[in-house]
């Protein structure tokens, strides 16, 4: 019998099926959290790769991960509950009202995603969406926030005793202390899977944490990864979001503070749900850029980020007619029937 340890991305994808129903019923599922890395001690990665996929629109969210897509639009995973994003050590508040937006995979089933628009515009630019099916053996960037690892490896009985390396059924590296934004490298094994985060399913593909570096810097997501992101370049040499990590897979009776040579992680397949991203992104606009959607503004015209109403009509202070005798404010017209 193989090691753990020994199992393959290439095993990943000859048991794509399989592997999708041992994540939607195994207890050793959980949702995904940091990059760890298996090249050098672990603790490096911290900044922009030289060929960059969009390292500066990903943040931290909370204790999870947020993508920044464009016109102030943020993507993560559905079980992410922060209500900012830290980008480059810049703070950005989430609008006012309904600010999350659920994304599907079918009538009545909800997927492990969503969306959700800021107040101001980081000033980033845009990022290209996966418009196809990611291919096997695909080489991918993961970005994501989250636990750093110990320096050196270690090694498990199968009781997950430990033991000398020499002797390891499991291989891999306890969590550290630290937390940071890191990328790393891997390559995609299985594709069109369900993935299962709580009663959310997804459309999602895998990838699978090698030992002996099959990548520059072969990494898995773990706690803090959730909503990071995972690129790929497409035909035409451009970087693409083809997937939103969303949690990952162990071994039976792992304990969750370590990863381990073996453990998969899952990301939702980001061209399955393109469609629905891009129309939520069109239908919701906010004209006066008050950092308040139209859906939710009560005065779409002229900024207002107070919302202030004081006859609490539903109509802005700012958006009512003069003789509402509401102060001498530059009026917008009648925003009862515009708005």
Known sequence: MRKPSEVSRSAVKIA???LSLILLAAPGARPATAVVIDSGDGAGNTSAPADDPGWSNVGTLGKTTGVYLGDRWVLTAGHSGGR??????????AVQGKIRH???????????????????SPELPRLRLASSAPRAET????????????????????TWAIVPLGRAWYTGYKAG???????????????GLLARTGKRVSRAFATVFDGGLPTPHEAQA????????????NGDGEWEVVGIMINASLHQNQPSNLTVYGNASYAAE?????????RTLASSPDHDGDGILDVGDNCTRVRNPDQADADRDGTGDL???PEGGKGGAPRAGDERSRR
Not at 106 to 118: K, S
Not at 139 to 158: E, F, H, T
């Open 270 to 278: 980001i061209h399955a749900y393109r469609e629905q991203i891009e």
């Open 16 to 18: 794509g099926l399989a």
């Open 222 to 233: 773990t706690a803090g990864d959730s909503g990071g992101a995972v690129f790929a370049k």
């Open 102 to 120: 659920g994304i599907a995979t079918a009538a009545g089933t909800e997927a492990d995603l969503q969306l959700f628009q800021l107040r101001e």
């Open 139 to 158: 080489q991918v960037v993961m970005i994501g926030s989250g636990l750093d690892r110990s320096p050196s490896r270690a090694g498990w009985s199968r």
């Open 319 to 321: 958006c009512e007619e």
């Open 177 to 191: 202390p630290g937390r940071a934004m890191r990328w790393g490298t891997n390559r995609i094994g299985a594709t």
């Open 84 to 93: 900012e994003l830290r980008l480059g050590g810049r703070l950005f508040q």
